[in-house]
């Protein structure tokens, strides 16, 4: 596995073994709730939860709770959830669209801009009620590649500050037109770093995820690492793991794709590492045809996927079609608790584009309304309705009754024992190897953080 590294941040700390404190400590989800959540950007939704007037969602960060509205002005903006009058919670319901919040306690109101607009018999309030003070409190928000972001510090830097050079690289697969079509959360009985480690290697993949040895070549993929704790991965697509004997034949999972295309998977046999690469021609080809716009994507981005962790808990997975938000956020305040959201976002078909491709060039393919899935073996079909918010326990992903694609479900049954490794006597901290390096960054910067400013 090839490693590159792009940059590194500022003051960077000497290497330090990652022991179970940072996993079972107290203390330590302390210290993470001043000197990680107050400081970052983080994914707080997705933006086309508030389009119109009105529209509102909650993000949760336990014990945080933030609105994130779209003001009678069209204005997004984003407070902290709690009435100025005695620090109620002021909105329970997760989702809708209103005007104005009214705390469920003793009826104080205040407009979607965070003006406090009404407090019942005012009169009663013999020093006043001095409305600019008792107004919401702000919190910093921004809309970028369809998902809402908030930071709490207000002294910290610009969204784009945060996501560096990172910003440009995502642009181009247009993820703000994409529809949102899958929404879930899991609640996790491990500490919120373990999910995120889980998804900082592809050291595990041959172990526990056997079906990606006919989707992907991990062993050549490519880790780059960034300021600010950021991480990226690039992982060949339409292709074989190369360290496993080549099959003749292509791969049952890959399939579909190649059928949607018009390729005969007979056309590969015993050849079928030249797929990927015709499924980029075949991409470039008929892409306007099945009504998708490609013509900022290059030809690795129409075929492979590639993976950004960005510091401190998201997680987004990029391929041309589609687009996963992975988010790990903290339970309650036990450190051997999280949740795991999985938001999946995918490309919609443009008719416009269709219609500039002649019936003639569809017809020759006949692809013109086939949509082109991504490498999900168990994937729905598109709907265009925003999903209900589906919440379920592990215990749920374990028995088979609720799925987040087998991939994920594969990780879940392993992260309960990872927490429960990490009580032991007999662990001292991990012994990490070159292909588990951006576990180790991502824990780098976490320590930098955590210390940053200790005399």
């Known amino acids: 596995m ?3 590294q792009v940059g590194t ?39 086309s939860d508030v389009v119109e007037r009105g529209d509102y969602f909650i993000f949760d960060l336990d014990p945080e709770s933030i609105i994130v509205c779209r003001t009678e ?29 009214t ?11 965070g003006a406090l607009s009404k407090v019942p018999e005012e009169h009663r309030f013999s020093a006043g009620v001095p409305r600019d003070e008792l107004s919401l409190k702000a919190v910093r928000v921004e809309a970028w590649a369809g998902l809402i972001w908030v930071c709490m ?21 247009q993820t703000a037109k994409m529809a949102l079509v899958e929404d879930q959360a899991c609640r996790l009985n491990c500490n919120w770093k373990a999910v995120i480690d889980n998804f900082s290697e592809l050291y595990h993949v041959e172990h526990i995820h056997p079906q990606h040895e006919c989707i992907f070549d991990c062993p050549t993929s490519k880790q780059e690492f960034f300021p600010g704790g950021h991480t990226r991965v690039l992982i060949d697509g339409f292709t074989v793991n190369t360290n496993m004997e080549i099959p003749e034949e292509v791969p049952r999972i890959q399939w579909p794709q190649l059928e949607a295309l018009g390729m005969e998977k007979e056309d590969y046999r015993g050849r079928i590492l030249d797929v990927r690469r015709d499924v980029q021609i075949k991409k470039r ?3 306007k045809a099945l009504g998708y716009d490609y013509d900022l ?22 391929q041309a079609e589609e687009f996963w938000i992975l988010r790990a956020r903290p339970r309650g305040e036990d450190p051997n608790a999280c949740y795991w959201d999985k938001l999946v976002m995918r490309m919609l078909p443009d008719d416009d584009l269709k219609s500039q491709v002649s019936d003639e060039r569809r017809g020759a393919n006949n692809t013109a309304d086939i949509r082109l899935a991504s490498f999900n073996p168990d994937q729905s079909s598109l709907n265009v309705e925003r999903p209900l918010h589906d919440e379920f326990d592990q215990e749920a992903i374990i028995s088979g009754e609720k799925t987040m694609t087998i991939t994920v479900d594969q990780d879940i049954h392993l ?30 910067y976490l320590e930098y953080c955590i210390h940053k400013g200790d005399s």
């Not at 203390?27 to 997705?46: D, N």
């Not at 510090?153 to 697969?173: A, H, N, V, W």
Request: aromatic share 12%.
């Open 73 to 101: 002005n069209a204005d997004l903006r984003a407070f902290y959830n709690v009435c100025q009058h005695r620090g109620n919670k002021l909105v329970a319901q997760q989702m809708g669209c209103l005007e104005r919040f």
């Open 415 to 444: 992260l309960r024992d990872v927490q429960k490794g990490m009580k032991s006597r007999g662990f001292k901290g991990s012994w990490l190897n070159e292909d588990e390096s951006r576990v180790q960054h991502y824990h780098d």
């Open 2 to 4: 090839s490693s590159q």
């Open 9 to 47: 941040f500022e003051n960077e700390i000497p290497f330090k073994r990652i022991t179970s404190e940072r996993y079972l400590s107290p203390a330590y989800m302390e210290l993470e709730r001043e000197k990680i959540w107050g400081k970052m950007w983080l994914v707080a939704g997705v933006e």
């Open 153 to 173: 510090d207000p002294q910290g830097p610009t969204l784009s500050q945060y996501l560096g050079p990172i910003k440009e690289m995502i642009e181009p697969f």
């Open 103 to 113: 705390c469920p306690y003793h009826g104080w109101q205040f407009e979607n801009d």
């Open 285 to 287: 080809q008929f892409g």
């Open 297 to 318: 994507l290059s030809d690795d981005q129409l075929s492979d996927i590639v993976q950004y962790n960005l510091f401190p808990n998201s997680v987004l997975v990029l």
